[in-house]
Structure formats: structure tokens, C-alpha cells
């Protein structure tokens, strides 16, 4: 019994000293490579003082970092570097080159490596309705292959729908390829999955934790949404499938965005998606149509920016910093999650001071508590900022929405929080193109019709267990 007594002491002690020994570790990965002072100061405290739990929670959501992604925009791959180095080409053609790009779009060409391509025709899909049925109008149509790739994707009315139209262009020999997120779709059944499969779709999860180096980064996620059909039409937005997105849930009216596009900004698109399949399965040469196509001469002028943890540059915060940093006239952001850093929240101030009219469209009804308690914090600053806030009333909003002055719009599955900054895959479809910013500005407009604007009495209004929840929940953002 004594011996058995002192074996589970050393046992004990050894689990003791592990901790310890991973506390350290990770303290100093923190100091090496820790975002911001507080945030590294804070989980230095926590690994030495606390290792037994803050350890575990730093495996988790400590690190920044998406290890062994494909980087074929700024590395190159043998399976896909061939593509970037086809579209660099083909992008020279004088049908699809922008002739003059300004100092922000050469900023945002740069952080992904990708050209600005004109010749590009882009049109509104407002609310699920429109969006699903120019999505399944266009797999209809496919020819030679379907590209989805989706966030979430649940087993109910609208998934049937659309595992169906799969399943009828696969019997037709189109090739489909569905993706999707192994945290985001937790819930689709297997049978879903299985009856694509045995149609000869191909289907994959994307596990972001499923490689020895990232074992334990379930905190990232890929949020992208996209369709493409042939090489030729490609969908991107705020949409993921789910009944809810057609307002059939107790939110009613649900209020996103969706853009379909056409040009040669969509095998942007396309490339985004390789890079995603290619990391879920190592498979790559899909047999795709990567011929620049001119939709519209001269078109609109667009570029696509896919953006992730994987990037060498924090790619969608500097894009959105720059943007912010652009705006000489108008900034209006929609987001149904604002919790922006002290960088973003600075850059915001200084375009107020600019005399630049900025507002911020959250919705009313609430999804995901802590981030909608951290946005109620910035209200008892709207004041001294000069920054105008507004509640979007008729149902929930969750448009990813950015309009600056008079040309300049994106709109994309990015939140303005710092999951979508640095943690998320994100893809944004940034326009310049007076025409159509001028449609995004009637969509918003209508849209503010339906808000009321709230500011610093709303957030004194509540009570102080409500406020204090709010900052608490305002620490919590860079693991939100």
C-alpha cells in the first residue's frame, strides 16, 4: 500500500512538472510571436501562475498561426503555382487589365499577389431568396463542373435542395465538388453526406485540426462561401445553407448579401477554392477552366482577396485598415459583429476627424451573446468618436457589407471582428466601379430605412450587471 502511495505521488508530480514545462513553453512562444502587449502580458501571467488550465486553453486559441496551409499566392505549389503564374499572365491582356490602378487598389493588389482585372460584371444578390435561386439556376445549367463550398450546411429544406441539384448534375456527368467546415457544419448528418457520394460527388470536410500541428487549433475555421460553375459564374457572400438564411427560423426576415460574378475576377475565386481543397485532401489538377474570360468591356473592376491564418501578413486586417484609411467621403460598414481592435477603432476616429461620415449597421436581435454584448461597449464611445451607430430592425442582419465614397464597395463573408481579422478563411470581393456602388449605396439606404441609430444613452440605459458583461465579453474578443 506505502509503495503504491509513493507511485501515485510521482505520478502526480510528473503531471505537475509537465504542465509546468508546457506553461513555460508556451510563455515563450507567447513572448515570440504574442499579437499585442496586453494580449501577450495576459497569457504569459496565466501559463506561469496557472499552467494547469491556462495551458489547455492556449493549445486551443493561443496560437495565430495555421501551420502547412497552401500558400500558392506567395510560395507557389507544384499542383497549383502553375494557375497564379496563368492568370499573372493572361491578366496582361489589354481586354482585362485595369489601365490605372490608385495607390489603395496596388495596396490590395499586393497584400494577396493578384491582379485587378476589369472586364468583370457583378450583380446584388439580396436576401436568400434571390441568392438560392441564381445559385441553383446557375448548377443547373453547369456543363462541366460545380464548385460549393460552404461554412455550414445543414439537413433541412433548403439543404435538400440543394444536395438534389448536386446529385442531378452529377447523373448528368457534370463533376461536383462539395466542401465544407468540419466545426461550422458539426451537425450534417452523415446519410447527407454519404447519398453525394455515392453519386460519384466529391466530398470533404475541412478540419483545420486534423495535421499534427494544428491538433488542437479548433478556435480557427474556414468561413468561406462559394459557388462556381464552370470556370464562369462564381457566388460569394454572407449566405450559408441553412433554412434561417430564407427566413424560415424564429429570426424572421434574415437580411444578407450575396454578389454573383462574372469575368475573370471569378477564377480568383476558383483559385481561393483550390487552395482550400487541396489542404482538405491533397488532391490537386481538379481539370478546371482557367481561361480569362471578358464578361463586360469595360466592365467593373474588381479583385478578390481571400484571407486567413495562414497568411504571412494579418492579409484581412491590413485590407480593412487601408480601406478605412482611403475613405475621404463616405465609410459605411454592415457587419452582425463589431469588435474591432484599438487599430481599427483608431483608423475610424482619425477618418471622422477627416470629416468623413462613418456608420456602423449592427443588427438589433442577437445570435452570439458575446459578441453582441462587446459591440455594446463601443456605444458609450460613439459620442467622443463621432462614429454613428445604428440597429437594423426587420429581422436579423448579417450582410458583410463596405461602401467608401463615391466607387469604392466589397462585400464578402468577413465579420468586423477579430475572428474574421486574423482567425477565419474570409474571401472579400472588393469593387471600384461607380455604377455599382452606387446600387450597393440604394441597397443601404433602404436598409438604414429599417434601423434606428443608438449611441452612448442606449449603452447608460442598462443596468450594471449588463455593462459589465459587455466589457468582460469586450476581453474575450480575440478568441471570439
Known amino acids: 500500500m506505502l509503495v503504491l502511495g509513493q507511485e501515485l505521488w510521482v505520478l502526480v508530480l510528473e503531471l505537475v512538472s509537465l504542465f509546468y514545462l508546457f506553461g513555460i513553453l508556451f510563455a515563450v512562444h507567447a513572448l515570440y510571436y504574442g499579437r499585442t502587449s496586453q494580449g501577450t502580458i495576459a497569457w504569459v501571467i496565466a501559463l506561469i501562475s496557472m ?52 495607390p489603395f487598389m496596388e495596396v490590395s493588389s499586393s497584400l494577396v499577389n493578384m491582379p485587378f482585372s476589369k472586364a468583370n460584371t457583378a450583380h446584388l444578390l439580396i436576401d436568400g431568396e434571390a441568392t438560392f435561386e441564381a445559385i441553383f439556376k446557375a448548377i443547373e445549367q453547369a456543363q462541366s463542373y460545380v464548385l460549393v463550398q460552404f461554412y455550414i450546411i445543414k439537413d433541412d429544406e433548403l439543404g435538400q435542395a440543394l444536395k438534389q441539384r448536386l446529385i442531378d448534375r452529377a447523373r448528368a456527368g457534370v463533376r461536383v465538388y462539395l466542401l465544407y467546415d468540419d466545426v461550422g457544419s458539426h451537425a450534417l448528418s452523415d446519410r447527407y453526406l454519404n447519398d453525394l457520394r455515392a453519386e460519384g460527388i466529391e466530398v470533404s470536410g475541412f478540419a483545420t485540426f486534423t495535421r499534427w500541428k494544428n491538433r488542437f487549433r479548433i478556435n480557427f475555421r474556414n468561413h468561406r462561401k462559394i459557388v462556381i460553375v464552370d470556370g464562369e459564374v462564381a457566388f460569394v457572400g454572407g449566405h450559408n445553407v441553412g433554412d434561417e438564411y430564407v427566413g424560415k427560423s424564429h429570426f424572421g426576415h434574415w437580411r444578407d448579401t450575396h454578389v454573383e460574378l462574372r469575368g475573370p475576377a471569378v477564377k480568383g475565386v476558383q483559385l481561393a477554392f483550390c487552395e482550400d481543397w487541396f489542404w482538405a485532401t491533397d488532391k490537386g489538377h481538379l481539370g478546371l477552366n482557367w481561361q480569362l474570360e471578358v464578361a463586360e468591356n469595360p466592365g467593373t473592376a474588381a479583385l478578390v482577396l481571400p484571407s486567413g491564418p495562414a497568411d504571412d501578413r494579418e492579409t484581412c486586417s491590413l485590407f480593412f485598415i487601408d480601406a478605412i484609411n482611403t475613405a475621404q467621403r463616405r465609410l459605411w460598414i454592415v457587419s452582425p459583429y463589431f469588435v474591432p481592435d484599438e487599430q ?104 438604414f430605412a429599417q434601423c434606428r441609430e443608438v449611441g452612448r444613452k442606449d449603452y447608460k440605459e442598462k443596468p450594471i450587471w449588463y455593462r459589465l458583461a459587455s466589457r468582460f465579453a469586450r476581453l474575450m474578443a480575440p478568441i471570439q
Open 51 to 102: 499552467p494547469f488550465i491556462a495551458t489547455l486553453f492556449y493549445a486551443v486559441f493561443g496560437f495565430y498561426r495555421f501551420t502547412g496551409y497552401v500558400k500558392a499566392r506567395r510560395q507557389g505549389d507544384p499542383h497549383l503555382g502553375y494557375i497564379i503564374d496563368a492568370i499573372l499572365e493572361n491578366a496582361n491582356l489589354e481586354s482585362v487589365q485595369v489601365d490605372k490602378l490608385t
Open 344 to 447: 481599427v477603432m483608431t483608423a475610424l476616429e482619425l477618418a471622422v476627424l477627416r470629416g468623413v461620415d462613418v456608420r456602423v449597421m449592427l443588427p438589433e436581435k442577437v445570435d452570439h451573446m458575446l459578441v453582441y454584448l462587446s459591440s455594446f461597449t463601443y456605444l458609450n464611445d460613439a459620442e467622443k468618436s463621432g462614429i454613428r451607430f445604428f440597429r437594423y430592425q426587420d429581422g436579423f442582419l448579417h450582410q458583410k457589407v463596405m461602401l467608401i465614397d463615391e466607387d469604392i464597395s466589397m462585400v464578402g463573408t468577413a465579420n468586423f471582428d477579430n475572428r474574421s481579422f486574423r482567425i477565419n478563411f474570409e474571401i472579400t470581393l472588393l469593387f471600384v466601379d461607380r455604377v455599382f456602388a452606387q446600387q450597393v449605396e440604394c441597397m443601404l439606404m433602404e436598409d
